[in-house]
């Protein structure tokens, strides 16, 4: 029988980020010079991943500063998600 405190879903704060956070980080960062958003796909798996590292000043960010696909859809899906 599981315990209570097995049952918990517990964010962590990581003390450094990720490969993969640093990965959509330059992604997003490189919109600018590059003219070219992520696809959905990626910009999806890039929401997740800031949310999952707790990073909500990178992600309103990106959101902020429009270097996602459909800012105002991935919103809807990151609270979504968030709440969940």
């Known amino acids: 029988m599981l315990c209570d405190l097995c049952l918990v879903d517990v964010k962590v704060r990581l003390t450094h980020r990720s490969p ?6 330059a992604i997003m960062a490189s919109v600018e010079a590059t ?4 696809g959905s796909e990626l910009s999806t798996e890039c ?14 960010h990106w959101i902020s ?4 696909v459909k800012a105002q859809n991935l919103s809807r899906t990151s609270v979504s998600i968030y709440l969940c």
């Open 20 to 25: 993969l956070l640093a990965f959509c980080d």
């Open 35 to 38: 003219g070219a958003k992520p």
């Open 47 to 60: 929401v997740e991943c800031a949310l999952n590292e707790n990073r909500l000043d990178l992600l309103s």
């Open 65 to 68: 500063q429009d270097r996602s």
